[in-house]
């Protein structure tokens, strides 16, 4: 049986996604993001599934992480995120007056709470918060969470969808210690890596010349300090294609030129749900 970690605890949307990828795997929480991918790192059969961004509320906040351990991205997987107020069973909307959960999930439930001027408590993280209000057992407080949660810890869902904006998707990473991709064919691929430039004038500009010249499109660049440090960046980068693409290929060697640190970090399918 194959292992997913993922951070928080049983009934989070990382649950959900991990149970949606591979419904037969043994899955497996985690305190922190950290240990996911360290465990990853030390068992090279297991994998993990990490939130990377967020539609409405963008990136999650682990780049530092894909950076330090390398781990392989298998694939991408897009999980619509609808959130409920939760508490325990017989409670009246009306009855409620301290709502808990992650700090994102709060703000894009922002409408929502301040309609029913509910006191906002931030958390660790959206089924931690169900798990709590179900150990406390008080009808003045409820948790934002997934209906995952609510079977999970006993709650009754008091209100679905209370999210300020319909559609809301987060995208998750499925990644390993061993390196796999697929063949190149005929469909999308994102070939994803991570670069550190040369110290000098206009390195990022020059650096990129090669994805125009060649026609790759980039949809993801970001940029982040090395660790201790405001003056050495490394930057994350998606685009479109695979890396045996010779326009792709063409593209990288360019950029390589200008780079003191270079890392593949996956190719892999682009999920469907990019077409919509």
Do not use: W
């Not at 509910?118 to 931690?128: K, L, Q, R």
């Not at 407080?141 to 008091?158: C, F």
């Not at 970001?222 to 490394?234: A, G, I, L, T, V």
């Amino acid at each position: 049986m194959s292992k997913i970690y993922f951070q928080g605890t049983y009934g989070a949307y990382s649950h959900l996604a991990a149970l949606s990828i591979d419904p037969e795997a043994e899955i497996i929480p985690c305190k922190t993001f950290t240990e996911c991918f360290s465990n990853a790192s030390k068992d090279p059969s297991s994998k993990i599934i990490i939130p990377e961004s967020n539609r409405i509320t963008g990136n999650i906040g682990i780049e530092y992480l894909i950076f330090q351990y390398r781990l392989n991205i298998y694939s991408e997987y897009f999980q619509k995120i609808e959130h409920n107020l939760l508490a325990i069973p017989g409670t009246k909307i009306s009855e409620i007056k301290n709502v808990y959960s992650h700090a994102q999930a709060l703000s894009q439930c922002s409408n929502f709470i301040k309609s029913k001027n509910f006191i906002e408590h931030v958390s660790a993280d959206t089924a931690g918060s169900a798990e709590m209000i179900s150990k406390n057992q008080n009808k003045k407080d409820a948790a934002i969470a997934s209906t995952l949660s609510a079977k999970t810890y006993g709650l009754e869902v008091i209100e679905n969808n209370i999210e300020n904006e319909k559609g809301n998707l987060t995208r998750f990473l499925i990644m390993g210690k061993n390196i796999s991709q697929p063949e190149f064919e005929n469909k999308k691929y994102i070939t994803s890596f991570l670069f550190k430039l040369k110290s000098k004038p206009a390195a990022l500009y020059q650096s990129l010349g090669g994805f125009a010249i060649n026609g790759v499109n980039l949809t993801k660049l970001q940029s982040y300090p090395e660790k201790n440090s405001f003056d050495s960046y490394f930057f994350l980068c998606d685009l479109d294609g695979h890396i045996e693409d010779n326009k792709v290929q063409k593209s990288l060697e360019e950029l390589g030129l200008h780079c003191e640190d270079f890392h593949v970090l996956g190719v892999f399918e682009a999920d469907k749900i990019r077409e919509k």
